[in-house]
Nanobody, 122 residues
């Protein structure tokens, strides 16, 4: 089993930055691809970013390209999401997830964190 705990969310003004962290316990993340997803009120959970197990490849939803960066430190069993130039439409609960395959589909992820709230004020 893999337990994931997100942190780093909060309230920020538009144009500001936040860095989310997702720390794993129970098992090494080094063999898992990792993803970040988000869910805004009244909307379905959607893909934000993903990274392969060895950081060899990353992928982003179009709306965050050039603003968000996903990275990982397998030695620390932690994945990050650096979010810059935040917009009010980025407001959501952000979840990290672990999968055996590199994917943008939430259904392919095996383990999920509890989420961290990000609120961007205008």
């Amino acid at each position: 089993q893999v337990q994931l705990v997100e942190s780093g969310g909060g309230l920020v003004q538009a144009g500001g930055s936040l860095r989310l962290s997702c720390e794993a316990s129970g098992r090494s993340l080094s063999s898992y691809s990792m993803g970040w997803f988000r869910q805004a009120p009244g909307k379905e959970r959607g893909f934000v970013a993903a990274i392969t197990y060895n950081s060899g490849s990353t992928r982003y939803v179009d709306s965050v390209k050039g603003r968000f960066t996903i990275s990982r430190d397998n030695a620390k069993n932690t994945v990050y999401l650096q979010m810059n130039s935040l917009k009010p439409e980025d407001t959501a609960v952000y979840y990290c997830a672990a999968a055996r395959t590199y994917s943008v589909l939430a259904s392919t992820y095996d383990y999920w964190g509890q989420g961290t709230q990000v609120t961007v004020s205008s």
